[in-house]
């Protein structure tokens, strides 16, 4: 791959206000991409990681601003996926405990 590219990851909220409280998910997303990595040899110091949390502001906003900017990019995300230099990463695995933190 020529250029920037950008790793979109797609996981399930393990809790209501934290999609990762223990870390599990983010030791699988490390794993993940340093395979992701091996494989193809397409992450450098240019490459994007998408992991919502993160990437966007989270409900309860500070401002009025956040909420717009939230309201706006989630209008947009599905374009992260589809975009000739993305890369979906699906972080499909429930761990037992966070049955026990929703």
Request: with cysteine; charged share 20%; hydrophobic share 35%.
């Amino acid at each position: 791959v020529d250029g920037s590219c950008m790793v979109v990851v797609s996981h399930p909220w393990l809790s209501k206000g934290d999609p990762d409280p223990t870390g599990e998910q983010l030791a699988q997303l490390v794993k993940e991409l340093d395979r992701f990595e091996s494989s193809t040899g397409v992450i450098n110091e240019d490459t994007g990681v998408f992991y919502d949390f993160c990437s966007l502001p989270q409900k309860p906003f500070n401002t009025e601003e956040e909420k717009n900017l939230f309201n706006y990019q989630l209008r947009g995300m599905r374009k992260l996926y589809i975009a000739s230099n993305s890369f979906v990463l699906v972080l499909p695995h429930i761990p037992p405990s966070a049955h026990t933190q929703t």
